[in-house]
């Protein structure tokens, strides 16, 4: 794309009412979220340090570390690929889902290959759709962003939230034309529509495809976060489960990941963990499970002067804080990546022509300051600017005006007088775009001002206000009046929460799964089966599916409740055992196991969780251990939930809609 063709794009975008609208409620929600779950976190700033020192690490030792994360992960019974690019990475998955072995044993001979794919920038980066729908498959997103805008036949157009520049009444129009449902604005009616068609997807689809957070090159698991649920169905019910990780997302241990999951749901969704922390180190029974690894222009880019870029943990934060971005949304870069850090990967890996991307930016550091791992995106945009896209035989050269305005500035900057005078231009060219001035109450001669962040000049010279002449009071305001950074420092810096040394780890415990929708009863390990018989009474509620030895199996038969061991949709409530919970976030550790654990604590509307006081840990860090040795486990964080449409948070997603915690002391 050119720059004109870029220009077209944003004057399309700012002239799209409905798409402002869009983009100013996801921004400022993101924004305020990330704000207040940050104020949870009082160290937040050495963890943020810390976290980019763990991404340079990786990315500095990145092939040591990868040999490490394939040893293990082969040793754990998973089958490891590497693609140097989009084609080769293509051709690996075809080859997996065309395996003979498999065709004859799910009996698909003849039959449309269904696969049912969780959220994954990867296979956007490679447009793996297409190349599956080319060759016959059925390829279903089930992320309900990703769903509407597959059902648009459009790219997404954020990387947390995909549809995030549509509105209610576009997305009840769509289900009506494309499902044969009645027209409804009704968001929580939008996102069961979508519940029911994806939920016989998952139950019938052949192969299950996931994106990765992280891989863990100590243990050779990988890491999967999300909300509505999606990500444990692909994962969890395909007979073959195939994982596309970008060749740099790895962390060295769980040290590292406990660091990079304080950081990653706060900044991308305003959560202290997202409901869904996966954590998979082997296939299940019965199932296969391959990671294809993709480098596709990533050692380019480490070799490149945007190697920092490889640090990204892809939270999103700083699309959410740019001020471009919030005005021209994600669709008018036209790459996957958009954004602060889509400009300067978009540039890294598919090279010169997404150079002009760079251009998008103030150069105002939001996007800086709200990046969890420290990246310096106005470093990496002056560079894809200058030309320093890891494509180096495609430089770019300095457009006529740049070099003439380089050349003036130059002249100017190097002749104090000189300078001088432009700076007393320059105050009085910011005074009249500037919308409204407070102390004078004079109009702006234009209304530019108003949608951007124009930082005035100051009216007198740093030499004349520091000898004692009156300094200008209305400049001062106006130098730092970018709200979301003020707001950030301030919250950020005045929240101290009480050690968690000093906390009730089991009031802490209820006080958090009760703010995130989840449900506690308290009891004594003798009134558990009692109560959670009175629960089912509660709703009618007859036929559970029951992990073996959690509850009193003869009482519940003597009350008229049958009890099953096998994964069933249609049975209404699973009651698990839980590993752990975790004070600070009210989650609970499901792994698999006996009696089909994972699937009581997924296919059900109400999940039973039943969880000794004993076993609460303080956090996340203490806990992650928990999960060495177990196939596939999952930090339940609440009921399921999506912000897709409007960002309006609906409750019961794909996952239950109710978490109870049957708390037994
Ligand atoms: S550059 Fe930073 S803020 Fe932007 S998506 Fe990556 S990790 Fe998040």
Redesign the pocket.
């Given at each position: 794309m050119n720059r004109k063709q870029f220009r077209q794009r944003i004057r399309q975008s700012l002239a799209n009412e409905p798409l402002q609208i869009a983009l100013d409620a996801n921004a400022e929600r993101r924004v305020k979220g990330r704000v207040a779950a940050f104020a949870s976190l009082p160290d937040w700033r050495e963890r943020r340090q810390k976290a980019h020192a763990i991404r340079a690490e990786v990315i500095e030792r990145l092939d040591s570390y990868l040999e490490q994360f394939i040893h293990n992960a082969t040793q754990n019974g998973i089958t490891v690929h590497r693609a140097k690019d989009a084609d080769e990475a293509i051709q690996i998955l075809l080859k997996i889902v065309k395996d003979e072995s498999f065709v004859s044993l799910r009996d698909l001979r003849g039959k449309e290959l269904l696969i049912a794919k969780s959220k994954s920038m990867v296979s956007e980066e490679i447009n793996l759709n297409r190349a599956l729908e080319a060759e016959g498959m059925r390829v279903v997103e089930t992320d309900l962003g990703e769903y509407i805008v597959q059902l648009r036949n459009e790219r997404p157009s954020h990387?947390i939230t995909p549809a995030v520049h549509l509105r209610r009444h576009e997305v009840g129009q769509l289900f009506h034309e494309k499902l044969g449902v009645p027209y409804t604005e009704d968001i929580p009616t939008l996102t069961n529509i979508a519940r029911k068609v994806l939920r016989e997807v998952f139950l019938t689809a052949d192969v299950g495809i996931s994106g990765v957070n992280f891989g863990i090159a100590e243990t050779g698991g990988i890491c999967i976060v999300t909300n509505e649920g999606n990500g444990r169905m692909v994962t969890t019910l395909p007979p073959v489960h195939i994982a596309l990780m970008g060749m740099e997302r790895l962390v060295r241990d769980f040290g590292d990941l406990a660091i990079m999951l304080s950081l990653l749901p706060r900044?991308?969704t305003g959560q202290k963990l997202s409901v869904y922390t996966q954590i998979i180190h082997k296939p299940l029974d019965g199932q296969q499970r391959h990671i294809i690894l993709l480098d596709n222009g990533r050692s380019h880019v480490r070799n490149s002067p945007l190697k920092e870029?490889l640090?990204?943990?892809?939270?999103?934060?700083?699309?959410n804080?740019c001020p471009v971005f919030r005005e021209i949304g994600g669709h008018a870069y036209d790459s996957v990546y958009p954004?602060?850090?889509g400009s300067?990967i978009s540039a890294g890996l598919f090279g010169s022509e997404f150079v002009p991307l760079a251009q998008a930016s103030s150069l105002c550091g939001a996007?800086k300051e709200?990046?969890?791992?420290?990246?310096d995106?106005p470093k990496l945009l002056t560079r894809v600017r200058a030309g320093l896209a890891s494509d180096a035989q495609h430089a770019t050269s300095l457009s006529p005006f740049s070099a003439f305005f380089l050349k003036t500035y130059a002249r100017l900057a190097t002749h104090p007088r000189l300078f001088a005078l432009s700076q007393k231009f320059a105050a009085l060219g910011t005074f009249l775009l500037s919308p409204f001035d407070d102390h004078v109450r004079l109009p702006a001669f234009t209304g530019w001002g108003y949608g951007r962040d124009l930082p005035r000049f100051a009216w007198r010279t740093f030499g004349e206000r520091y000898a004692g002449k009156q300094a200008d009071e209305r400049t001062d305001k106006q130098v730092d009046r970018y709200p979301s950074r003020q707001e950030d420092s301030s919250v950020m810096a005045t929240a101290t929460p009480p050690p968690q040394s000093e906390i009730n780890k089991v009031e802490r415990f209820i006080e958090e799964l009760t703010k995130v929708n989840g449900q506690v009863v308290r009891a004594t390990e003798k009134e558990l089966t009692g109560r959670v018989v009175e629960f089912l009474r509660s709703r009618n509620i007859n036929r559970i599916h029951l992990e073996p030895n959690v509850l009193d199996e003869e009482s519940l038969r003597g009350t008229g409740i049958t009890v099953s061991r096998e994964a069933n949709a249609a049975i209404r409530v699973g009651v698990t055992r839980a590993l752990c919970g975790l004070a600070d976030s009210g989650s609970v550790l499901e792994a698999d196991g006996e009696g089909g654990r994972l699937y009581a604590s997924l296919l059900t509307e109400i999940h039973i969780a039943v969880l000794r006081a004993s076993d609460i840990y303080p956090s996340l860090e203490n806990a992650l251990h928990l999960t060495r040795g177990t196939k596939s486990a999952v930090f339940i964080t609440g009921p399921s939930r999506t912000g897709d449409i409007e960002m309006s948070h609906t409750i019961g997603v794909h996952g239950p809609g109710e978490v109870v915690v049957f708390l037994a002391a």
């Open positions: 990387i900044s991308a870029s640090y990204c943990i892809r939270c999103g934060a700083c699309l804080a954004g602060p850090i300067v996007c709200a990046c969890p791992v420290d990246i995106l």
